[in-house]
């Protein structure tokens, strides 16, 4: 008897936890219906967030095209200016510094040409384009600057 109770206990227990875990067909659709609300909630706020993003690195691409543009600009005025000097002077211009200032020419050319080509591919690859190139951007400064000090002598 005691068996008995315990397995119509035991029955009874599994019926309920059964019973009690299903959902109705209708409450299911409701589920599922509200999770598809929130995922389409969630994809909206991502394209809005991606969207920006977009906006934001344009915005900074633009920027840091015109001011890009206007210290290779100066860079290629100086050049000039400094060629026309070396004219007027009538100093004489040896192969080294002549060469150093075709590559210096070039270089400038090469960046013009580089920041023209650039095209918006994302946060990550435009960070790297950037810090590349205001280092080369750096380096054709220090070295123009290098070269001009040279000359004054």
Do not use: P
């Amino acid at each position: 008897m005691k068996n008995f109770f315990l397995i119509l206990g035991s029955a009874l227990f599994l019926a309920i936890t059964l019973f009690s875990g299903c959902q109705t067909r209708s409450s299911k659709i409701k589920n599922a219906e509200d999770k598809v609300q929130e995922a389409k909630t969630d994809l909206a706020e991502a394209k809005t967030d991606l969207y920006m993003i977009r906006l934001d690195t344009i915005s900074n691409y633009d920027q840091f095209k015109i001011e890009a543009e206007k210290i290779i600009i100066a860079q290629e005025k100086n050049i000039a200016d400094f060629k026309a000097w070396l004219v007027s002077e009538k100093k004489d211009i040896d192969a080294e510094h002549n060469e150093r200032l075709v590559v210096m020419e070039n270089k400038n050319r090469e960046l013009k040409t580089k920041l023209l080509d650039f095209k918006e591919e994302g946060q990550d690859k435009w960070i790297v384009f950037r810090d590349e190139f205001n280092s080369d951007m750096n380096e054709l400064g220090k070295s123009f600057k290098d070269f001009t000090v040279e000359n004054v002598k």
